[in-house]
């Protein structure tokens, strides 16, 4: 690492994708606008060296793409095996911009309906992502609130738990990387307790593969994350004794998903 570091990333710094995450000018990695560069594709730079350069770092991170289309196929099928008597309700936790549910709405049955909370510690993150959302023209099929709490509160819901309660499905496709063994299997136990019978929670990890984001992300650009084995994901649910779970994968084998499926 220390070596890439020294000796690549000075040169790959004059793309934006690559210069926005080494800096991190919003005080982490990974903020709305490295996500929604990486969703959009578009060239960035003033110089077709720094365009070039933008769009190996897009190559670098496609895994994020790849992970939200997963995500967004993992919730429709959930959904789909639900009753449309009433709103599948859903938390995302850790948001950002929410581009799942622009393919969770294009791929969804039209009478399924659809209630999610977007929760972040970044209020431009959620500005974005209730515009966007609210721009889908999904009508009464899709309604969504946002709730702003900082990241300790994220990890310790339970002064919020009106938020949280009575969920079909909760989320989170990214914050859990951060995250400790410990502290991360003490998250996924108490959002658990939110679940309606039925109900699921997904956890998407970057995993330790060959196929993953470790050189890009931890290598190139010192964006550290808990890069997790099959193994290590399901430890996540381990003190949750009577759930299904089952580990499932995106399309480049980059990202685990943790689905740990609450009892009808």
Do not use: C
């Not at 790959?12 to 594709?41: H, V």
């Not at 330790?208 to 290590?232: C, H, K, Q």
Request: hydrophobic share 45%.
């Amino acid at each position: 690492k220390a070596f890439t570091e020294r000796t690549v990333t000075p040169t790959l710094l004059a793309g934006a994708g690559w210069a926005r995450s080494y800096y991190k000018p919003l005080g982490y990695p990974g903020d709305f606008q490295i996500m929604n560069w990486i969703y959009e594709g578009a060239p960035q730079g003033a110089t077709i060296r720094e365009k070039f350069l933008h769009q190996l770092s897009l190559i670098g991170s496609r895994a994020v793409e790849t992970r939200m289309l997963a995500l967004a196929d993992l919730i429709v099928a959930r959904a789909s095996a639900r009753p449309v008597d009433r709103p599948f309700e859903m938390v995302s936790i850790g948001a950002g911009p929410a581009r799942e549910l622009e393919r969770v709405m294009e791929t969804s049955r039209p009478d399924q309906r659809y209630r999610t909370t977007l929760v972040d510690q970044e209020e431009r993150a959620l500005e974005h992502a209730l515009s966007a959302a609210r721009g889908l023209g999904a009508g009464s099929r899709l309604r969504v609130d946002a709730l702003n709490i900082s990241f300790k509160e994220m990890l310790n819901p339970s002064p919020l738990a009106d938020s949280f309660v009575g969920k079909d499905l909760i989320y989170s496709s990214g914050l859990v990387d951060y995250l400790n063994p410990l502290l991360a299997q003490r998250f996924v136990k108490r959002l658990y307790q939110f679940l309606n019978p039925g109900g699921a929670i997904i956890i998407g990890n970057v995993n330790n593969l060959p196929s993953g984001m470790i050189w890009s992300s931890e290598y190139a650009v010192d964006w550290t994350l808990f890069f997790r084995s099959r193994d290590e994901m399901l430890a996540m649910a381990g003190e949750i004794a009577d759930a299904r779970i089952s580990v499932e994968t995106d399309s480049l084998n980059a990202i685990y998903f943790l689905v740990i499926e609450k009892p009808a």
